[in-house]
């Protein structure tokens, strides 16, 4: 198993990045239980004829979907490592969360955090965001709030991100019982960044109607076109009118690794908490997001319990208190601090910051790429390491979602789509530390030929 992972990983620029899944394919996996066991060799050649060519592709130096991080090698075996020894981190006192203290430990450096700060591993940011959301919510409301509800205090809270923030801040709200319209959406201004002086009038009129605003989402790296919010006067803003000052840098916060595009997120220091995952930019392995907050008190009061079977002692297996489950909603969890510990160990920050660094210098020469192709049109500024742009065209919408198509199942490149003011674009998003030139000029010489194609057909 191990071999054909090497192998698949050493020889996948062979492959196509992604291929649609055959109908009898799809058929193999609706079968009964099975009562009796199969031999192991006969799951694994399985697995290596059924699942992995139809995987979605994203450790391909050719994926620049959505927004997916690579994967390593490095990242795998520690994977392995962690399964075979089948920690559960809920808490109890022992090693394995030693190490998630540590990752900790390295995040508070990394943000300028106090050593008060507290932390914990989640699935993603989705999570991250709403145990951001949760803790605020404690802040605005004290901790009585958990045992009474949202609506006891006769408090109506009211939170604010921009229109270019991704859908699980909304969900957060809703999730959280606050409510999706107490989530004001802020109109961006001209380099996709939440408009700070319309930030402004939202929270002077909604105070003026009785509302208690409490809370500002900021993004470091907004989903659609990679911009960065004002950090640093989100922050002032925040100060000034006492509110809780998140983060969602899902992807965009690691940018803190890399000498020359840290200096964007200036203000993130400042920051109540962060959102952000290992499993994008900083190329872990799925699943491994992250939360840390500025008050660590605030954090465990907002989540622990005291259920008799959970009891702590001063030794024994139930010390080391506080322990994990006091900071989130999960009381088993696995040990996804070791493929984290394992990648930023044996590759390095600096290393892992160059990789960031490089692929932003790849969204910059695909711009000029795309500045010096007639027939293509950039669609937003590139702030970070992704690149929306379409081909010129009558019907351009239909035939840019047709090419966008049309690219992923020729297996050669899969950039996604997404709308800009309106309009369909193609969307790069180069995130895997495998990508060189050479795929960003197969994605849009692939680009042209579609384009032109689909033209001539009158798509
Ligand atoms: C990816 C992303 C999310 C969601 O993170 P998950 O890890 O997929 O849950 C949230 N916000 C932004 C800006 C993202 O890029």
């Known amino acids: 198993m191990l071999d054909d992972m090497l192998d698949y990983l050493e020889h996948i620029r062979e492959r196509p990045?992604?291929?649609?899944?055959?109908?009898?394919?799809?058929?193999?996996f609706h079968e009964t239980l099975p009562r009796q066991p199969t031999d192991l060799g006969t799951v694994h050649a399985s697995f290596m004829r059924d699942v992995l060519p139809f995987a979605v592709g994203n450790a391909h130096?050719?994926?620049?979907?959505?927004?997916h991080g690579g994967g390593t090698p490095v990242g795998m075996l520690a994977e392995m490592l962690a399964a075979g020894l089948n920690a559960n981190l809920g808490g109890r006192d022992q090693m394995p969360i030693e190490v998630e203290r540590q990752v900790l430990q390295w995040m508070r450096e990394l943000f300028g955090f106090p050593v008060t700060a507290s932390g914990l591993f989640v699935t993603g940011t989705s999570m991250a965001n709403l145990i951001g959301v949760l803790v605020a919510r404690?802040?605005?409301?004290?901790?009585?709030?958990?045992?009474?509800?949202?609506?006891?205090?006769?408090?109506?809270?009211?939170?604010?991100?921009?229109?270019?923030?991704?859908?699980?801040?909304?969900?957060?709200?809703?999730l959280s019982g606050l409510g999706i319209?107490?989530?004001?959406?802020?109109?961006?201004?001209?380099?996709?960044?939440?408009?700070?002086?319309?930030?402004?009038?939202?929270?002077?009129?909604?105070?003026?109607?009785?509302?208690?605003?409490?809370?500002?989402?900021?993004?470091?790296?907004?989903v659609d076109v990679g911009a960065v919010d004002n950090l640093d006067v989100l922050a002032d803003i925040a100060h000034r009118e006492a509110l809780w000052f998140h983060v969602d840098g899902a992807y965009g916060a690691l940018a803190m690794l890399a000498p020359d595009i840290a200096p964007r997120l200036l203000g993130i220091e400042r920051a109540d908490s962060i959102a952000f995952d290992f499993h994008k930019w900083g190329q872990v392995p799925y699943d491994a997001g992250f939360i840390l907050v500025r008050d660590g008190t605030l954090h465990h009061s907002t989540f622990a319990s005291p259920?008799?079977?959970?009891?702590?002692?001063?030794?024994?297996?139930?010390?080391?208190?506080?322990w994990p489950c006091d900071f989130g909603p999960d009381l088993s969890r696995g040990f996804?601090?070791?493929?984290?510990?394992?990648?930023?160990?044996?590759?390095?920050?600096?290393?892992?910051?160059?990789?960031?660094?490089?692929?932003?210098?790849?969204?910059?020469?695909?711009?000029?790429r795309i500045e010096a192709m007639p027939m293509l049109e950039l669609m937003a500024p590139v702030a970070l390491n992704i690149v929306c742009f379409r081909y010129r065209s009558d019907n351009a919408d239909q035939v840019n979602t047709h090419i966008a198509a049309a690219l992923q199942e020729s297996g050669i490149a899969a950039p996604s789509t997404t709308s800009i003011d309106g309009h369909v674009a193609i969307r790069a998003a180069i995130v895997n530390h495998r990508t060189h030139t050479s795929d960003i000029d197969a994605l849009l010489l692939a680009t042209l030929a579609f384009g032109a194609a689909a033209t001539k057909t009158g798509i």
């Open 336 to 368: 996804r601090a070791l493929k984290t510990w394992f990648t930023i160990k044996v590759y390095g920050a600096e290393q892992l910051g160059q990789v960031i660094s490089g692929t932003c210098a790849l969204a910059q020469y695909m711009k000029q």
């Open 138 to 174: 404690t802040a605005a409301l004290g901790v009585g709030v958990r045992q009474q509800g949202v609506a006891a205090g006769g408090k109506r809270l009211t939170a604010y991100t921009s229109a270019g923030a991704h859908g699980c801040i909304a969900q957060a709200m809703d």
């Open 17 to 28: 990045v992604w291929q649609p899944v055959p109908q009898q394919v799809r058929n193999l």
């Open 307 to 322: 259920a008799a079977y959970l009891r702590r002692e001063a030794r024994g297996m139930a010390g080391g208190s506080p």
């Open 61 to 67: 130096p050719g994926f620049m979907g959505w927004v």
């Open 181 to 222: 319209d107490a989530l004001r959406i802020i109109p961006m201004n001209d380099q996709y960044q939440m408009d700070t002086p319309t930030l402004e009038r939202a929270i002077a009129a909604d105070r003026s109607a009785g509302f208690t605003p409490f809370f500002i989402a900021a993004t470091a790296g907004t």
